[in-house]
């Protein structure tokens, strides 16, 4: 035990004080007292990680957009079990130059949907030149023809099967006779597409974001060897989210996007918490402490404010589990490891190394100002004036927030498609060709299995009559016929494939997008026609396919929602009154979050769904919509960060309080010591995550410019106006809390001892 002597900043008499060493301060003694020893475990275990931990890459996965429970999924099983119908891998247009049905030119359209059924992986072929020649697979122009292609390696372990099939189909499709042009898309290719252009974009936003990261870190730190510590952290969260996300693989489905997050988050959090630690340390050395006291105090101090800003973190964030579709739950996978694993870093391998440092922590300065934070500077000023006027100061910001968020009001929700590639990448283009000629969406039907209707065909006609005459639906194919407005147009030229057993199939061919809100309703309309089983009208039917999956998913993702909100709310209650033992200031935190969350997503909506600002963005194709899982993704990250800052702010105003200050004293203090480290970490953290707005997905430009808006946007105007003039109003308010929680906050609350 030791002694120190406490002079509050109110003025009173000094107060000596007896502290206990926390676990925290024996664990940064440890790591100060033996830095080598924990520096070279580190090493090692790193390693390891790293060799492990590259399984990772050839196991992730792209889409996991849909809800695997959903009716629609049923649905898709009972096509591959009982019909041996799979999903097309490919839909190739096929322009014959001289008219489809000409002799010679259809004979070269053969001879390439021959060469098509040989690609390995490949199941099955259906094109208009094999098929009985079907006027829904020929085009408007009368020059162009459809080739659907299916293949039954679809499970997480024929995944690099289906992307092989691809690259060959694409590359035989490529290299077709002259006088035919062609044009390849379909889900699998923009599925293999996005995975190639993610990965190409990702190293470029590296590229661009480390080096760039670097000189502000230089700026930031002030020196050459306190600049290169985040990227200790970095290093210990990237590669051991890359070994914990493995692990995960090896049992469920990991989304190719969760690699964005676990970069940026690792390397964000790296600086956050190393900026955090090492403004500490510094402040320690400042007041007379020698290095290892420092570090010892340091982690006792900074390293409690990361753990338990990590732990929040990690709860927000573990709500992105609570979502069925594996692309959501992956954000979830990630982000709890790369926080897990920064903290770890930065209450370990950070603390070694500034014990092995000690006051060469400086060394190299480009910056010849005092590093340790000063008591008078431009936050303490802004806090200063903020608090004099705090009615106005929140009139006036608040009014402005709501601005940015008004455009919620009039959003539009819809799953990625091929749009969100380039507009002239291939598949791109192949969509466009596919959807100006041909009237109908033959490569995402909706198809719908009637269980035991075999035996009424009667009935099985009279429902098909009926789904021909819903709005936007160009045809639908029972086992015997083709049915367009209410009437037979064509004979099936292809009937096995329609019954199996007492079962049937029914193809319905629309001509809207399936994973908008057209395709949803399309849906609805669909389900909500009786369905005959044994020539009982009874709500039977399984309905599945494209736009089924999309009406599926986004009814999991309001349903799941819900709870996915409530445990963000009661988690974030509960870790804020611990950490402060008020329940005034979580209640705060969480208002502002969400009304900085609800400004982000407004602003998401006026670039993203209504196509402003492209000369900033850079160029993306405007679809009118947002996409659902990356507004969800954005909405807990943001809101997590968030929380980070939040914990960053409130430990410092809440050490100055128990110090003896007031909370204006305190306000101005806590801001001050900690206002330049939540900026400069928003700062360096959005250049991260901005860098992702350079790539050629939007999805992933919704993401880099998503999050780098949010925290800037927190780390600025709601931790420097809102927080001060809100705490204003409240005053000693601010750390109330009834009497029985103050006594439970006495048991169990997080506090110096």
């Known amino acids: 035990m030791n002694s120190v002597q406490i002079t509050p900043r109110s003025g009173a008499d000094p107060v000596q004080v007896t502290l206990r060493p926390t676990s925290l301060h024996r664990l940064g003694a440890v790591m100060a007292r033996h830095p080598k020893r924990v520096l070279a475990l580190f090493a090692v275990t790193v390693a390891v990680m790293a060799m492990l931990g590259a399984g990772l890459f050839p196991r992730l996965q792209t889409g996991g957009y849909d809800d695997p429970g959903s009716q629609s999924a049923r649905a898709r099983t009972a096509l591959a079990d009982r019909f041996g119908v799979h999903d097309p891998v490919a839909v190739v247009a096929v322009a014959v130059a001289a008219g489809v049905d000409d002799a010679a030119g259809a004979a070269r359209a053969g001879d390439l949907v021959a060469q098509i059924g040989r690609v390995p992986g490949v199941e099955g072929v259906e094109s208009y030149w094999t098929s009985g020649r079907p006027a829904v697979l020929r085009g408007a122009d009368g020059r162009t023809g459809q080739v659907l292609v299916q293949t039954t390696a679809t499970s997480v372990s024929g995944r690099a099967d289906v992307a092989t099939a691809v690259r060959q189909l694409t590359e035989r499709v490529d290299a077709a006779e002259p006088g035919l042009t062609t044009y390849v898309g379909g889900a699998e290719t923009v599925n293999e597409a996005l995975n190639t252009q993610i990965t190409a974009d990702l190293a470029r936003a590296e590229a661009v974001a480390v080096p760039v990261t670097f000189v502000l870190l230089l700026l930031v730190f ?125 209450l370990t391998a950070l603390p070694a190394v500034l014990g092995l440092l000690g006051r060469r922590v400086d060394r190299w300065r480009v910056v010849r100002r005092d590093l340790a934070p000063r008591d008078v500077g431009a936050w303490s000023r802004i806090a200063t004036a903020v608090m004099r006027r705090p009615v106005p100061v929140l009139t006036v910001v608040v009014a402005g927030l709501l601005v940015l968020a008004a455009p919620v009001l009039s959003v539009s929700f819809a799953q990625p498609d091929q749009r969100i590639l380039p507009a002239d990448h291939p598949v791109a283009v192949a969509a466009q060709v596919l959807s100006q000629r041909f009237t109908g969406q033959e490569g995402n039907p909706v198809d719908v299995v009637l269980p035991g209707a075999a035996a009424d065909r009667g009935a099985v006609t009279a429902y098909a009559t009926a789904l021909s005459r819903l709005p936007h639906v160009t045809s639908v194919t029972t086992p015997t016929q083709v049915l367009a407005g209410g009437a037979a147009v064509a004979p099936n030229g292809q009937p096995t494939s329609y019954t199996a057993g007492a079962d049937v199939r029914l193809r319905v061919v629309a001509d809207v997008a399936p994973r908008a809100g057209a395709g949803r309703d399309l849906v609805r309309g669909v389900r909500a026609v009786p369905a005959p089983v044994s020539g009982a009208l009874v709500s039977g039917a399984l309905v599945g396919g494209d736009a089924a999956q999309f009406a599926d998913s986004q009814a999991a ?55 402003h600002l492209q000369w900033l963005v850079g160029d993306f194709t405007v679809t009118g919509a947002v996409d659902t899982s990356m507004a969800v993704l954005i909405a807990v990250v943001a809101f997590a960060l968030s929380m980070d800052y939040e914990v960053f702010l409130i430990s410092r105003i809440a050490e100055e309080h128990r110090r003896g200050s007031d909370t204006r004293t305190a306000v101005v203090l806590g801001l001050q010591r900690s206002g330049r480290i939540i900026t400069a970490a928003a700062v360096l953290l959005a250049v991260v995550f901005a860098s992702f707005v350079s790539s050629g997905v939007t999805s992933i430009k919704q993401l880099g410019f998503g999050v780098a808006f949010a925290i800037l946007l927190d780390a600025t105007v709601v931790r420097g106006l809102l927080v001060p003039a809100l705490m204003r109003l409240a005053g000693r308010a601010n750390w109330w809390a009834p009497a029985p929680l103050v006594a439970l906050h006495r048991r169990i609350g997080v506090r110096e001892e």
């Open 557 to 611: 993702i309001g349903r799941q929602g819900r709870w996915a909100l409530l445990w963000v709310a009661v988690a974030t209650l509960v870790l804020l009154f611990a950490f402060t033992g008020s329940v005034v200031i979580p209640i705060k935190a969480l208002l502002l979050n969400v009304l900085s969350l609800m400004a982000t997503l407004g602003t998401l909506v006026w670039i993203f769904q209504d196509g």
């Open 222 to 346: 002030g020196g050459v060897v306190a600049a290169g510590l985040p990227f200790l952290v970095a290093l210990g969260s990237v590669v051991g989210s890359f070994f914990l996300v493995w692990l995960v693989s090896l049992t469920t489905d990991v989304s190719v996007f969760a690699l964005n997050l676990i970069t940026g988050l690792g390397l964000g959090l790296g600086i956050d918490y190393a900026l955090l630690v090492v403004t500490r340390y510094r402040e320690e050395l400042r007041d007379g402490h020698e290095p290892a006291p420092a570090v010892a105090r340091t982690v006792a101090t900074a390293g409690r404010t990361v753990l338990f800003s990590g732990a929040t973190v990690m709860v927000v964030l573990a709500a992105m589990t609570f979502f069925p579709q594996y692309f959501l739950r992956s954000f979830g996978y990630a982000g709890i490891a790369a926080t897990g694993m920064a903290v770890l870093a930065a």
